[in-house]
């Protein structure tokens, strides 16, 4: 049984800001939070929806990419200038759950949905996450869990296809609070869970995410996003990887970004491998050496060193193809 709620529907964000009290949820689509409800991992006294708030529905591609945290998740998918600058963000789009769920779900909820843990998600389980001593994962069925980020009492991995690819393309979130809209990078959004453990990011209770936004300098780099599933059929990614990079005049890598899914508890950015990169010419040969170097700091579970491998294929067929070369992997 779902504990009574009030219910609002504004029009206005400021609106939205006012009805916030302090046992207060917002909604957007509703596809994370209300499984939440229904299973009891999460109760409120009143939920704020935000989906009557037109000023949040909105892609504006006229300087920047500036998507509204309000969009829905197959407008994303379809959107054409999104198709033609950045093709990453609408296969990362596309390939999101089901055409149904796409349809009502939102890049702000999307971006701030609770993890996806089977312990987490369990009222049997009085995990870590949700205050508990005791992270199950850690020596439980980790299959789906994490390679990275994981040793501090916590092994769950980021659930959010869009922010694999916005956290490469290095985003701006903007962020309604009291006072002010302040913004901050992607990059910075999520905490480790050695930063906090029973909270996945900054938006402080109360604040409206309100939009994205890519600087066009970033979407014009090129950009290869890869998404791997148990199953062809929609499916939760079990590996995920997005590369935004180039290659300059002299055949050399350049300014490149690479972010991992479903690795950690964030977007995890392999930043050691990146400056690797800077400067080296693009070819198998360098390529495969950085790939055979990397993951060595990774720390697989019980269930899930698989992992390592499919993000090395995936390392590999990426660079290969921000460089134009045939990959034979
Ligand atoms: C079967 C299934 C398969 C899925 N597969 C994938 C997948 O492959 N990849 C993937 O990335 N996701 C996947 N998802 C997750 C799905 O994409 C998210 O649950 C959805 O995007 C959440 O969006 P929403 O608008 O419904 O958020 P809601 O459930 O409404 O909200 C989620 C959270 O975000 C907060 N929130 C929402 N908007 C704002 C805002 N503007 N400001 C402040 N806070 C806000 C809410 O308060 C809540 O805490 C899957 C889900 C299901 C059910």
């Known amino acids: 049984m779902i504990k009574d709620f009030e219910y609002y529907l504004p029009k206005a964000t400021e609106q939205a800001l006012t009805l916030?009290?302090?046992?207060?949820?917002?909604?957007?689509?509703?596809?994370?939070?209300?499984?939440?409800?229904?299973?009891?991992?999460?109760?409120?006294?009143?939920?704020?929806?935000?989906?009557g708030i037109d000023s949040l529905d909105f892609i504006d591609t006229e300087i920047d990419l500036k998507i509204g945290a309000g969009v829905s998740i197959q407008k994303i998918a379809d959107s054409q200038p999104i198709q033609k600058y950045c093709p990453a963000l609408s296969e990362s789009a596309s390939e999101i759950a089901t055409p149904h769920i796409r349809n009502i779900a939102t890049l702000g909820g999307n971006l701030c949905q609770k993890p996806r843990c089977w312990y987490f998600r369990s009222k049997d389980f009085d995990c870590s996450r949700k205050g508990g001593k005791v992270c199950f994962a850690i020596d439980g069925e980790n299959k789906y869990h994490s390679i990275y980020g994981n040793q501090d009492g916590c092994a769950f991995v980021n659930p959010s296809g869009m922010a694999t690819v916005l956290t490469a393309l290095n985003a701006r979130l903007q962020i309604l609070t009291k006072k002010e809209i302040k913004t901050i990078n992607l990059r910075d959004f999520y905490y480790l869970p050695a930063e906090k453990l029973t909270c996945e990011h900054k938006l402080n209770d109360g604040e409206i995410l309100l939009s994205v936004t890519v600087e066009k300098e970033n979407l014009l780099r090129k950009n290869y996003y890869c998404k791997i599933k148990e199953k062809q059929s929609s499916d939760w990614p079990i590996a995920e990887i997005c590369i935004i990079g180039g290659i300059n005049s002299l055949g050399n890598f350049e300014n490149v970004s690479i972010v991992l899914g479903s690795a950690a508890p964030i977007p995890w950015r392999m930043i050691k491998e990146e400056k690797k990169l800077e400067g080296l010419q693009a070819t198998t040969k360098y390529i495969g050496n950085v790939v055979e170097s990397s993951f060595s700091d990774a720390n697989p579970l019980r269930d899930n060193a698989y992992k390592v491998k499919l993000f090395r294929t995936l390392l590999y067929r990426g660079l290969c193809s921000i460089a134009g070369l045939e990959s034979e992997r």
């Open 20 to 51: 916030f009290s302090k046992n207060s949820a917002y909604k957007a689509g509703g596809i994370d939070l209300l499984d939440l409800l229904k299973e009891n991992i999460v109760s409120y006294d009143s939920i704020i929806n935000l989906s």
